[in-house]
């Protein structure tokens, strides 16, 4: 089965980079996503990675490595409002490559 | 992008009971998926509801405590039934964008049993 290991909480200050690292175990390896969530909110989509290497969308940019099974978020010039949960998701072989099994989770609290 | 609403955002309901939760999407969609929440926790699938067919359940995840029905291509519904505790939950919808490589996913509903 699929497996995905995050921190479960980071704390960074206001204007600083934060790195939120996940591990996964699968087989069928399609790609691997992020997503941000609010309390009581939504998962909002933030990015997708289907090939090694680093994406970049705006403040945020996530990288990839599938020979390590490894991947990560990056956050930069943190705001207030970017204290949430991010979680990352799998896509892989499993129900044909239409679904997503989700990492643990990753509380992000930046402070002043 | 697809605009998903759920109702009810919200329910306070007896054990024993059960509960259907609605799902609308404002575009025709293949696949929709059903999740929980549970406080704290990560997203765990229940199942795949396609249109047409029967859902497809998860492991850990039966027909006869969350029945699916998917009449159309914009609409699905989860039904918990006979509800305890362990139920209580956020359950939320959520669809596939062109490619599978993105979901969007419904506001949830929050369920508290008791």
């Known amino acids: 089965g699929q497996s995905l290991e995050q921190p479960s909480e980071v704390t960074a200050v206001e204007g600083a980079i934060v790195q939120i690292n996940c591990t996964y175990q699968?087989?069928?390896?399609?790609?691997l996503s992020w997503y941000q969530q609010h309390d009581g909110g939504a998962p909002t989509f933030l990015s997708y990675?289907?090939?090694?290497g680093l994406e970049e969308t705006g403040r945020f940019s996530s990288f990839l490595s599938r020979s390590d099974s490894y991947g990560y978020l990056l956050l930069q010039e943190l705001q207030m409002k970017d204290s949430a949960s991010y979680f990352c998701?799998?896509?892989?072989?499993?129900?044909?490559?239409?679904?997503?099994?989700f990492g643990t989770g990753t509380q992000l609290k930046v402070e002043l | 992008s697809a605009v998903i609403s759920q109702k009810p955002s919200r329910d306070i309901c007896q054990r024993g009971t059960s509960l259907t939760i609605q799902c609308q999407v404002d575009?025709?969609?293949?696949?929709m998926f059903w999740y929980r929440q549970q406080p704290g926790q990560s997203l765990t699938l229940i199942a795949t509801a396609n249109q047409g067919s029967e859902a497809t359940y998860e492991s850990g995840f039966v027909i006869d405590k969350f029945p699916i029905s998917r009449p159309n291509l914009t609409f699905s519904t989860l039904t918990v039934s006979n509800m305890s505790p362990e139920d209580s939950s956020i359950y939320l919808c959520?669809?596939?964008?062109?490619?599978?490589?993105?979901?969007?996913f419904g506001p949830g509903t929050r369920l508290t049993v008791l």
């Open positions: 699968t087989s069928g390896f399609y790609g």
């Open positions: 959520s669809v596939a964008g062109t490619g599978y490589n993105e979901q969007f």
């Open positions: 990675n289907a090939l090694d």
């Open positions: 575009s025709q969609v293949t696949m």
């Open positions: 998701a799998v896509r892989d072989a499993a129900g044909g490559g239409n679904k997503l099994t």
